[in-house]
């Protein structure tokens, strides 16, 4: 009788644990955040900067087929309007499903505005997906630029 009993407690617990896992909501709006750089500073034309950017995406319709269509913003902080970049689908376009990463952001051939031997700037980047959603904004800790 006990070994029964021990047995449909068993088998009860095993029922209640069995509950169908709700569904987590899903964020079509890509989340981006700054991983890291490759330097603080850089010699205008001659180093390159790395600016590591991770990303979140809930449906994972990050980057483009199509190279003439850029989904990348970056814009130096000295300048008004950004500069576009392309970037491969991130994920199987076919597929909506939760992706996350990390992108490297090149940029080369930095250069001086004024006169003077050294400037500093910032970079404010933001992605935006397929559907048109743009991701947060992030800015880049001041970056030395010299002669």
Not at 28 to 39: E, G, M
Not at 123 to 134: H, Q, V, Y
Request: net charge neutral.
């Amino acid at each position: 009788m006990k070994i029964q009993l021990y047995m449909a407690l068993v088998w009860l617990a095993g029922l209640s644990a069995c509950k169908e896992a709700e569904p987590v909501p899903v964020n079509p709006v890509p989340f981006i955040s700054l991983d890291s750089l490759s330097r603080s500073s850089v010699k205008e034309f001659t180093d390159s900067l790395v600016i590591y950017v991770r990303y979140e995406d809930g449906d994972g319709d990050l980057g483009e087929i199509n190279p003439d269509i850029n989904s990348l913003e970056v814009q130096d902080q000295r300048f008004q309007k950004a500069d576009a970049y392309f970037i491969p689908p991130q994920a199987p376009t076919d597929k909506q499903l939760r992706i996350e990463g990390r992108l490297a952001i090149r940029l080369r051939n930095l250069f001086l505005l004024g006169t003077g031997n050294s400037e500093t700037t910032a970079f404010r980047i933001r992605l935006r997906d397929r559907a048109g959603n743009w991701s947060n904004s992030i800015t880049t800790p001041n970056i030395a630029i010299t002669r």
